[in-house]
């Protein structure tokens, strides 16, 4: 069955980075594109980040472009989220996602915290 797993969350401070990864395993995961998604406290899940199945195609959030870039490798069926100059609007659980033709599947996320 689809299985994405995050990890690398945790406390950091404003202005510091971290590095978050998804392991997929599952479905053929070079035939899908990716996304980062994270939920604040009190606030809706929305989208962060998005790469291609070929990793040749990104997009990102305006809160996050020039902060965060999105990375896959499609050997290791992994894929990464860097987020530098952490602020602490920032802080939010981030999830992994993929969708298919008639189903969507996200991990169980990973806290971020990002405060002083």
């Known amino acids: 069955q689809v299985q994405l797993v995050e990890s690398g969350g945790g406390l950091v401070q404003p202005g510091g980075s971290l590095r978050l990864s998804c392991a997929a395993s599952?479905?053929?995961?070079?035939?899908?594109?990716m996304n980062w998604y994270r939920q604040a406290p009190g606030k809706e899940r929305e989208l962060v980040a998005t790469i291609a199945n070929t990793g040749d195609y990104t997009n990102y959030a305006v809160s996050v472009k020039g902060r965060f870039t999105i990375s896959r490798d499609n050997a290791e069926n992994t894929v990464s989220l860097q987020m530098n100059s952490l602020k602490p609007e920032d802080t939010a659980v981030y999830y992994c996602?993929?969708?298919?033709?008639?189903?969507?599947?996200w991990g169980k996320g990973t806290l971020v915290t990002v405060s002083s």
């Open positions: 599952g479905f053929p995961f070079s035939s899908y594109g």
């Open positions: 996602n993929t969708r298919m033709l008639f189903a969507e599947y």
